[in-house]
């Protein structure tokens, strides 16, 4: 099981440009526009969270996707609930 830097999966998906987003949503605007809410939610925007997936796997083999549903921290750290990726550590290195 990987450990490393956690990240929350709202701030990552907030950090892409829309084009890249766009790609993510297979061209859906509204899909790309649910992200963009304070509290997005993967069951809004399916296919991007379906593609990110992919993505992540394929870019990212050592980091997991996990669910945070109590609200407390994980590492320390902010109070979230939702989605967010364990194991970022070493990524500069890959």
Same mark, same amino acid.
Request: aromatic content about 8%; overall charge neutral; some cysteine.
């Given at each position: 099981?990987?450990?490393?830097?956690?990240?929350? /999966?709202?701030?990552? #998906?907030?950090? #892409?440009?829309?084009?890249? /987003?766009?790609? /993510?949503?297979?061209?859906?605007?509204?899909?790309?526009?649910?992200?963009?809410?304070?509290?997005?939610?993967?069951? @809004?925007?399916?296919?991007? +969270?379906?593609? +990110?997936?992919?993505?992540?796997?394929?870019?990212?083999?050592?980091?997991? #996707? @996990?669910?945070?549903?109590?609200?407390?921290?994980?590492?320390?750290?902010?109070? +979230?609930?939702?989605?967010?990726?364990?194991? #970022?550590?070493?990524?500069?290195?890959?």
């Amino acid at each position: 099981m990987a450990s490393g830097q956690i990240v929350v /999966l709202k701030d990552v #998906l907030q950090s #892409l440009s829309d084009a890249n /987003l766009l790609h /993510l949503a297979a061209g859906s605007e509204k899909e790309v526009a649910k992200t963009k809410v304070a509290a997005p939610a993967p069951s @809004k925007f399916p296919t991007i +969270f379906d593609n +990110f997936m992919i993505c992540m796997v394929e870019a990212w083999s050592g980091c997991i #996707l @996990k669910k945070n549903e109590t609200g407390r921290s994980i590492d320390g750290g902010r109070r +979230f609930t939702g989605y967010y990726i364990d194991g #970022l550590c070493g990524i500069a290195d890959q």
